[in-house]
Every structure is written in structure tokens, then in C-alpha cells.
């Protein structure tokens, strides 16, 4: 019986208009169909190719909002999810092989950066699923990190809608999770970009409707450089606070 995937996306892979990226957003996502979802997501990682700055990853007491976008194809068994999880991870990592995580038996477990997890809706009839996709992560010698248990499932709860509602319209999600370091406060995330740039990572997230409980201290820290360069995310930030709400 097919079963539905859906991509829970934290950050850039929902805009970035790297052609690697645009290509599987375009091929595989049904980007008209996306949906707000909460997920328990900050910034938390430094990154490599954007200056040290800081992206999102999952972390257990974070309370923020992402994005649920529903792939094209349905899933039949493992083989589907498979397929779907390779094509994750290497439009994550920008590289032409495509495994489910950063490293396999020839590399450094402490070097691991990040893997691909999966959340299974409650229900007997995907066990099957459940036990080929953990097999498959063992076989694969993928090293979990942040909330990917061992087994390779997301150890986070099914996510709800923005407005509270039950998530219907998938059976199976996908999510690349990355290695946390350290817990910043919203005054380092928003100086590691005032002195580096790759701000836009920030704003655009913003935009797009990627939040953290920290965005208010961000902006405010932020606030002046880009008031012009910015104009929609900027909206959206002082409508906030207007609010009460930032």
C-alpha cells in the first residue's frame, strides 16, 4: 500500500537558490502544498560555508516553527524511502553521493555532522517500514546524532499544524538533523553574523516561516543594518513586537 512522505524542513533547504537545491525542491516537492508545522528547533551549529554563523538544527526544549512540504512521489516500502532519504541528504550536503548521513565505516565518528531521521505516524501497518529502514540505517553504518536515535528514527513528537490542528497528510517524514555545539544566546547568533555576514540565512528563514523562540533577541541585537535590505522579514519582525509577540 503507497504511503505518503513529507520533508520536515528547518532552513535553507526550503529557499536556497543553489541549483542542487532549486532541482530537488522543483523534482521532488510539492512546494504548493507546504504546511506550518511547531518543531523543537534554534540555532545551534556553527557552520563551515556560512562563516561560523550559526543554523538550525533540533534540540529536545526548543520551541519553534517549520515547514512540512509533502514529496511527489509515494512511498511503497523501503526501497521508496530510501530513495527519498539519499536525495535528502545529498541536496542537504550539496554532493553527488548519497547516502543517509555524513559518514559510513571509513570515516570519523567524531567528526559527524549530520544524518537524515524518520518519523513514523502511530499505526501497526507501517512496522515493516519501521524494521527495513532501521536495518538499512545499521547496514549503512550512519553515526545518529542530536535526536536521531540509533535506529535512525527523529526522537522528537509527530508534528502538529501551527494552529494546533493533527498533521494528516503524511505517513512517513523526513528530516536531516545536525550536530549541536553548545547552546548560544540570541546575542552570540545574531554577533557571529554581524561579524561575518550570511545574515540573509537569518531573514530569509524568517521569511519563509522558519522560527526559534530566539528571533526576538536576534532582531533585536541585529535590528538597524538592514532595515532597507530586508523589507518583507523586516514586517514581520515589527509586527511582532507591535504585538507583544517578538
Given at each position: 500500500?503507497?504511503?505518503?512522505?513529507?520533508?520536515?524542513?528547518?532552513?535553507?533547504?526550503?529557499?536556497?537558490?543553489?541549483?542542487?537545491?532549486?532541482?530537488?525542491?522543483?523534482?521532488?516537492?510539492?512546494?504548493?502544498?507546504?504546511?506550518?508545522?511547531?518543531?523543537?528547533?534554534?540555532?545551534?551549529?556553527?557552520?563551515?560555508?556560512?562563516?561560523?554563523?550559526?543554523?538550525?538544527?533540533?534540540?529536545?526544549?526548543?520551541?519553534?516553527?517549520?515547514?512540512?512540504?509533502?514529496?511527489?512521489?509515494?512511498?511503497?516500502?523501503?526501497?521508496?524511502?530510501?530513495?527519498?532519504?539519499?536525495?535528502?541528504?545529498?541536496?542537504?550536503?550539496?554532493?553527488?553521493?548519497k547516502p543517509i548521513g555524513s559518514h559510513t565505516k571509513d570515516t570519523d565518528p567524531q567528526k559527524a555532522w549530520g544524518?537524515?531521521?524518520?518519523?513514523?505516524?502511530?499505526?501497526?501497518?507501517?512496522?515493516?517500514?519501521?524494521?527495513?529502514?532501521?536495518?538499512?540505517?545499521?547496514?549503512?553504518?550512519?553515526?545518529?546524532?542530536?535526536?536521531?536515535?540509533?535506529?535512525?528514527?527523529?526522537?522528537?513528537?509527530?508534528?502538529?499544524?501551527?494552529?494546533?490542528?493533527?498533521?494528516?497528510?503524511?505517513?512517513?517524514?523526513?528530516?536531516?538533523?545536525?550536530?549541536?555545539?553548545?547552546?548560544?544566546?540570541?546575542?552570540?547568533?545574531?554577533?557571529?553574523w554581524l561579524g561575518a555576514g550570511h545574515e540573509e540565512y537569518f531573514f530569509n528563514n524568517v521569511s519563509h516561516g522558519?522560527?526559534?523562540?530566539?528571533?526576538?533577541?536576534?532582531?533585536k541585537r541585529l535590528q538597524r543594518p538592514w532595515l532597507r535590505r530586508y523589507p518583507e522579514a523586516v514586517k514581520t519582525?515589527?509586527?511582532?513586537?507591535?504585538?507583544?509577540?517578538?
Amino acid at each position: 500500500m503507497p504511503m505518503r512522505c513529507g520533508i520536515l524542513i528547518i532552513g535553507s533547504l526550503l529557499w536556497d537558490p543553489n541549483k542542487i537545491r532549486s532541482d530537488w525542491r522543483d523534482s521532488r516537492l510539492r512546494m504548493d502544498e507546504k504546511i506550518p508545522v511547531s518543531a523543537p528547533i534554534c540555532y545551534g551549529r556553527p557552520s563551515s560555508t556560512r562563516g561560523k554563523t550559526y543554523t538550525m538544527i533540533f534540540r529536545e526544549d526548543a520551541i519553534g516553527k517549520a515547514v512540512l512540504v509533502p514529496c511527489k512521489k509515494d512511498i511503497d516500502g523501503v526501497p521508496g524511502l530510501l530513495d527519498e532519504a539519499r536525495e535528502l541528504w545529498a541536496t542537504e550536503g550539496l554532493v553527488k553521493k548519497k547516502p543517509i548521513g555524513s559518514h559510513t565505516k571509513d570515516t570519523d565518528p567524531q567528526k559527524a555532522w549530520g544524518c537524515v531521521g524518520v518519523l513514523f505516524r502511530k499505526g501497526d501497518d507501517l512496522n515493516d517500514l519501521k524494521e527495513g529502514w532501521t536495518k538499512k540505517f545499521h547496514e549503512s553504518r550512519t553515526v545518529n546524532v542530536s535526536l536521531v536515535s540509533k535506529d535512525g528514527i527523529l526522537s522528537i513528537a509527530w508534528p502538529k499544524k501551527v494552529d494546533g490542528s493533527e498533521l494528516t497528510e503524511a505517513d512517513v517524514i523526513l528530516a536531516t538533523a545536525n550536530k549541536p555545539e553548545g547552546q548560544p544566546t540570541a546575542e552570540q547568533i545574531a554577533d557571529a553574523w554581524l561579524g561575518a555576514g550570511h545574515e540573509e540565512y537569518f531573514f530569509n528563514n524568517v521569511s519563509h516561516g522558519i522560527r526559534t523562540a530566539e528571533d526576538g533577541g536576534i532582531w533585536k541585537r541585529l535590528q538597524r543594518p538592514w532595515l532597507r535590505r530586508y523589507p518583507e522579514a523586516v514586517k514581520t519582525l515589527q509586527q511582532e513586537a507591535g504585538k507583544g509577540t517578538a
